[in-house]
């Protein structure tokens, strides 16, 4: 007996090969991305926290393994890859920016 599948029916592996993109997506995203990203926040940490520099870097890099575990699960808890990569890009745009005038304007550290 021969099975008959529907009009608009993918075949299997189609959709398997379009779910490991899709993990290994969001894999690249959040890891080095999310590397970025805490990377990014702890510096800034670190120049902004009231308090003394060796004890704000400090702080800044104990905080920064949360920031990391945040990140990784946002980007794989998110609905659409697509998501993702432009809350990264976003996010890396701003804070870039914002560490860059930090530096440059002569912030605290």
Do not use: Q
């Amino acid at each position: 007996m021969m099975s008959v599948k529907p009009a608009g029916a993918r075949p299997a592996k189609s959709l398997e090969t379009r779910e490991r993109l899709d993990i290994a997506a969001r894999a690249v995203a959040a890891i080095p991305g999310g590397y970025l990203v805490t990377s990014l926040v702890v510096g800034l940490l670190a120049r902004g926290l009231p308090m003394a520099p060796s004890e704000a870097a400090t702080t800044a890099t104990l905080a920064s393994f949360a920031i990391y575990a945040v990140i990784i699960l946002l980007a794989f808890s998110a609905r659409r890859t697509l998501t993702v990569w432009a809350w990264m890009t976003s996010a890396v745009m701003v804070l870039g920016a914002v560490l860059w005038l930090s530096i440059h304007l002569g912030g605290r550290l």
